[in-house]
Antibody, heavy 121, light 110 residues
């Protein structure tokens, strides 16, 4: 069964750091783009950052550029999002999502259950 | 900044048909934007309905269909059922690895 399991969420103070992980199973991890999508409480979905199957290329939304770093370990089937200089407006549920293929235009076919990040003093 | 527009809400009667749209502030939506559609109920992760404009994701009932209507992407629900009551989001690929979601449409079935 294809599955994504996020972890690492929690409560952090403004300016702090947090590292989210997404454990993948049931598919050839290195063959697919992977993406983080977030959803602030009561708000819509926001695309955050994406990484190619090899890990050589990443793209991020302007709202997180320079603060968040996306990486993957294809040997461990794990996706990671290092979040630094966190702001109150980064408070959201963070979803890990698998692409249909390894092209940037590919939609997401599998979603994790999400992990909550709360930035508050 | 690219803005993707969706209707805030729609109401449909059981058995009825509703068409949601997904537009761009600065351009016409075409298949080159790889429109996709997602359904989300409160407290749940999104579920993929449609990808590449009109391809149905595995397990999605055929009452959901995607298309390009005029200068927008569209999601049509034909024969709406009570459990179609959800939030619906579209996403467009705008280049350089970046996707943008619309603000979502809340669909009520009553």
């Amino acid at each position: 069964e294809v599955q994504l399991l996020e972890s690492g969420g929690g409560l952090v103070q403004p300016g702090g750091s947090l590292r989210l992980s997404c454990a993948a199973s049931g598919f050839t991890f290195s063959s697919y783009t992977m993406t983080w999508v977030r959803q602030a409480p009561g708000k819509g979905l926001e695309w955050v950052s994406a990484i190619s199957g090899s890990g050589a290329y990443t793209y991020s939304a302007d709202s997180v550029k320079g603060r968040f770093t996306l990486s993957r370990d294809n040997s461990k089937n794990t996706l990671s999002l290092q979040m630094n200089s966190l702001r109150v407006e980064d408070t959201a549920v963070y979803y890990c999502a698998k692409g249909y293929g390894n092209s940037w235009g590919d939609a997401f076919d599998i979603w994790g259950q999400g992990t909550m990040v709360t930035v508050s003093s | 900044q690219t803005v993707v527009t969706q209707e805030p809400s729609f109401s449909v009667s059981p058995g009825g048909t509703v068409t949601l749209t997904c537009g761009l502030s600065s351009d016409s939506v075409s298949t080159s934007y790889y429109p996709s559609w997602y359904q989300q109920t409160p407290g749940q992760a999104p579920r993929t309905l449609i990808y590449n404009t009109n391809s149905r994701s595995s397990g999605v009932p055929d009452r959901f269909s995607g298309s390009i209507l005029g200068n927008k992407a569209a999601l049509t629900i034909t024969g709406a059922q009570a459990d179609d009551e959800s939030d619906y989001y579209c996403a467009l690929y705008v280049g350089r690895g970046i996707k943008v979601f619309g603000g979502g449409t809340k669909v009520t079935v009553l």
